[in-house]
């Protein structure tokens, strides 16, 4: 992304943060980073996180959310602190807990900062994983860190902890998926909402070429195609999402490149799901493209 292509006061903000944290050595890797179907979500994101706004990505699983908040971190140049959201999330899981530790030989009480303390302590970014995974009685803690307070009370040492400025909060939601629950409308209207789409056509192509190690353009064609029925599957509600992933079909151009085709999508995606009728109408469509 070309930076100049951004307002003058965005590009400032980016400056300011990337020269904060430039003693970090990382730097974009083109070749590994988020290539989007939409050509400003990239750089829409980046002017939401430099404004200082929680971001939301929404979208089906494989769909590059998790990569996209990756390539938002390194463009910053921070790093980035992860939680995995999940029904046994709890607090400690959030903002820490407490353990026996050792000094000059006496037993002492010892707070290990969770990631939210972390990312906010030391201004870096919070990514929140499947935050509907979470439950509902769980994520309200998080309000105050995500709305103008950037605060939060740990119950845990008695201290408000006040984030630095530079401090930015990522999540990813994926809807209507098993073991997910509506997110509350107060949390999600703390966050500015961004649509990651699945990437196809040209794009993907793309993706395949510079990510598996597959390069065989005619076969990647096919994978391509292969990709475009899987997500007309998935919308006609025939075979679940995650047998659309753009995660899996890169295993499967990896497998690819030394197995057959069909072995390489039994293993990278048919293998994957437990209903025979799904297996049998994805290995149907890919034996109509690798015969």
């Known amino acids: 992304m070309n930076t100049q292509q951004l307002p003058i006061e965005i590009q400032k903000i980016i400056a300011a943060r990337q020269q904060e944290f430039s003693r970090l050595e990382e730097t974009l890797d083109q070749k590994g980073g988020f290539i989007a179907a939409d050509d400003f979500l990239l750089s829409d994101a980046v002017i939401a996180i430099a404004l200082g706004k929680n971001v939301l990505l929404k979208g089906p699983t494989g769909s590059g959310k998790t990569k996209l908040a990756e390539t938002l971190a390194t463009y910053f140049k921070q790093p980035m602190h992860s939680i995995n959201c999940s029904v046994d999330l709890d607090v400690e899981a959030l903002l820490g807990f407490k353990t026996i530790a050792q000094e000059n030989g006496q037993n002492t009480i010892e707070f290990i900062p969770g990631p939210v303390v972390k990312a906010m302590d030391m201004g870096h970014l919070l990514y929140i994983d499947e935050i509907n995974m979470a439950k509902p009685e769980t994520l309200p803690i998080l309000n105050s860190v995500l709305d103008y307070r950037r605060m939060v009370f740990n119950p845990f040492t008695g201290e408000v902890v006040k984030a630095k400025k530079s401090f930015g909060v990522i999540a990813a939601i994926n809807e209507g998926y098993v073991g997910t629950v509506p997110l509350n409308e107060a949390l999600k209207n703390r966050f500015v909402v961004m649509e990651v789409p699945y990437v196809q056509g040209d794009v993907l192509k793309h993706v395949l070429l510079n990510e598996s ?41 990896d497998l690819a490149t030394y197995l057959p085709p069909l072995r390489a999508i039994q293993r990278g995606i048919i293998d994957k799901l437990e209903e025979e009728r799904e297996k049998a109408a994805i290995m149907n469509i890919a034996s109509t493209l690798f015969e």
């Open 213 to 253: 190690k597959l390069h065989d353009h005619r076969l990647i064609d096919k994978f391509v195609m292969l990709s475009e029925d899987l997500i007309t599957q998935v919308k006609n509600a025939q075979i679940p999402e995650e047998a659309a992933s753009i995660r899996a079909l890169i295993d499967t151009c």
